[in-house]
């Protein structure tokens, strides 16, 4: 597989998020968030970690983007984080959280990368949470729209990619209705987090390719959600409905893996909950390398969607992070190479011959990272993170197949 596989103008990137990249949750003014609160909380974190360095990439984004740059990539999505913005969620923005940003773009676009930019993913400013709750309240709808319109002001004129929440589901199932992620709440909304559709918003697609049971009592388990919340919250108003339908300039899919379920509602809800709420099964995703799910995936959203302009923002896969295991096998990480060449093969059969519209495609992940609340145990990256040498970036073999893949033959079309 190779660039000469998808169409011209076709973009290649690696995605990443302020909370688990960046670290610096001390540095210029950021507030606390509520991953911050959470993380501190015992027994939330696999392996009692926390973000505040991650990876630190608040200190090293421009000798990571030269690592992008050298890899070929055309793109980079990272999310901002509304409490370096805003502190305490409101108010007047904080100079240092926009400045940190403005040197983030300024650096990609310097080096040819465009950015796409996430402008939620996850990380609430912790003023909101204990001020009203949060996104239990309609009063989050008008903060969060002036932090949108802050960062449209001050950054819009370079950044021509945007995206509003990551994965919506995640956020309400995970944070507040099983309550196993921030702000572990169990309670429900949904509506909330649907109104702002601004650019592009990325649903939580992981298990397309479902059986029609599974389907039934995912939906069903949906429509119950649907129901319960429609019972407990007012409904969304026509006129706020009216403008999400076709407000969307692209779909943003995060997409991992597919689940196959037999016929069998219990053991689906099972999988469902357990998979969010468990350290060893939300592994499980990347048990299950399927890689036509992915085609399937775009074939469904053409056919049901009217085959909107899709970019797949995370796809990738993680391998333990385990003592035991010695750095150069870490570093040989050929699942992943065949994990990533087999779904970009059934991607651009996708493209090529079911004429889906797909313009680009973002590894999870370019580093390994800071993975929620499984702390550092999961690693995702195309870089191998030596977590007790300085952070240290090692390329993994994936990170030269992706070298090869890339820049092989835009090398050879310079020529
Ligand atoms: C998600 C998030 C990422 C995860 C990645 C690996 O999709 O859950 O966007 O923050 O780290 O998916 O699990």
């Not at 200190?59 to 370096?84: N, Q």
């Amino acid at each position: 597989i190779s660039r000469a596989d998808f169409p011209d103008g076709f973009i290649f990137g690696t995605a990443s998020s302020a909370y688990q990249f960046e670290g610096a949750v001390n540095e210029g003014n950021k507030g606390t968030s509520i991953w911050d609160t959470f993380s501190k909380q015992p027994g939330r974190i696999l392996d009692f970690s926390n973000a505040k360095t991650a990876v630190d990439q608040y200190h090293r984004f421009k000798s990571d983007i030269d690592l992008m740059k050298d890899l070929g990539m055309d793109a980079y999505r990272f999310s901002i984080s509304w409490s370096r913005i805003f502190p305490n969620g409101t108010g007047e923005p904080n100079h240092a959280g926009i400045e940190y940003y403005n040197n983030l773009i300024d650096d990609l676009l310097e080096k040819g990368i465009q950015p796409y930019v996430t402008l939620y993913h996850w990380d609430l400013p912790q003023m909101l949470e204990d001020r009203y709750e949060g996104w239990l309240n309609d009063q989050i709808v008008k903060d969060f729209e002036h932090y949108a319109f802050i960062c449209f002001k001050a950054f819009g004129d370079r950044v021509k990619y945007w995206l509003t929440f990551n994965e919506p589901h995640s956020i309400v199932l995970q944070g507040y209705d099983l309550g196993f992620q921030a702000p572990g709440r169990c309670s429900i909304l949904g509506h909330l987090l649907c109104r702002k559709g601004q650019s592009s918003i990325e649903p939580y697609i992981v298990a397309h390719n479902i059986l029609l049971s599974h389907a039934a009592a995912y939906h069903s388990y949906q429509h119950n959600f649907k129901k319960l919340v429609a019972e407990r919250l007012p409904e969304i108003k026509p006129e706020v409905s009216s403008l999400l339908v076709g407000s969307l300039d692209f779909v943003g899919i995060n997409h991992y893996t597919t689940l196959y379920a037999r016929n069998d509602r219990t053991r689906i809800e099972k999988f469902i909950l357990q998979d969010a709420s468990s350290d060893a099964a939300a592994n499980s995703h990347w048990l299950h390398i399927v890689p036509w799910g992915i085609r399937k995936l775009a074939k469904y959203v053409r056919d049901r969607y009217g085959n909107p302009p899709m970019v797949i923002t995370e796809n990738g896969m993680d391998d333990p992070n385990k003592p035991h295991i010695a750095l150069n096998k870490a570093l040989q990480d050929d699942k992943r190479i065949r994990y990533h060449r087999d779904y970009l093969s059934n991607l651009s059969a996708a493209i090529r011959q079911d004429n889906c519209d797909v313009r680009g495609y973002f590894v999870w992940s370019l580093l390994d990272n800071w993975e929620w609340n499984m702390g550092y145990s999961a690693r995702f990256g195309l870089y191998y993170i030596d977590y007790r040498n300085n952070l240290t970036r090692i390329p993994k073999a994936s990170a030269k197949w992706f070298r090869n893949m890339l820049r092989l033959d835009s090398d050879l079309r310079n020529q």
